[in-house]
Nanobody, 116 residues
């Protein structure tokens, strides 16, 4: 029973920062790459960032590159998303994602709202 639990969302002003966490259980965390996705209101879910199993290689969507940083702590079974220089277009529900054995697993999501 894979579990992914996101936290850290909230309301921030443009230019502000937020750090999201995804605490996982039910699988061997260090064996898998992890990703963050987001879903703005009324839009499709979109990929944001990914990190390899050991935390050495990261990839980002162009829309967040240079502003967001994905990281992981394998000792804590946790993946993070540090979000800086936030923009209103970053407003979305942010989801942690695991692909394991051909199946995608998702957390419940955490709401990020960027507004004045």
């Amino acid at each position: 029973q894979v579990q992914l639990v996101e936290s850290g969302g909230g309301l921030v002003q443009p230019g502000g920062s937020l750090r999201l966490s995804c605490v996982t259980s039910g699988f061997t965390f260090s064996n898998y790459a992890m990703s963050w996705y987001r879903q703005p209101p009324g839009k499709e879910r979109e990929w944001v960032a990914s990190i390899d199993r050991v935390g050495e290689v990261t990839n980002y969507a162009n829309s967040v590159k240079g502003r967001f940083t994905i990281s992981r702590d394998n000792a804590k079974n946790t993946v993070y998303l540090q979000m800086n220089s936030l923009k209103p277009d970053d407003t979305a529900v942010y989801y942690c994602n695991l692909r394991r054995l051909g199946t995608d697993y998702w957390g419940q999501g955490t709401q990020v709202t960027v507004s004045s």
